[in-house]
Nanobody
């Protein structure tokens, strides 16, 4: 079973930046559409960024222009660069495939203070 491990979260002031990382225990990034999701307290998990096998990226309107998804297939690692963070970005962030999701990892907490 593939394991996904997210890291890089933390506490940051509004306007700040964070870079999240996602490492997989197997080479899945090359063969799957991958995404970053987030779940805020009391809300459903939502997909905020995705990257296709060919490297095409898409973003939720709420993060467009501020977040950048990328991946390094050789390192089995995916990233989410988050700039101009807002308090409403506060959530637990997860990575996973976009189609037929794998078991979810622990996620990484991002807290943005106003």
């Amino acid at each position: 079973q593939v394991q996904l491990v997210e890291s890089g979260g933390g506490l940051v002031q509004a306007g700040g930046s964070l870079r999240l990382s996602c490492t997989a225990s197997a080479s899945i990034f090359t063969f799957n559409i991958m995404g970053w999701y987030r779940q805020a307290p009391g809300k459903q998990r939502e997909l905020v960024a995705r990257i296709s096998k060919g490297g095409i990226t898409n973003y939720a309107d709420s993060v467009k222009g501020r977040f950048t998804i990328s991946r390094d297939n050789a390192k089995n690692t995916m990233y989410l660069q988050m700039n101009s963070l807002k308090p409403e970005d506060t959530a637990v962030y997860y990575c996973n495939t976009v189609v037929a999701t794998l078991d979810w990892g622990q996620g990484t907490q991002v807290t943005v203070s106003s």
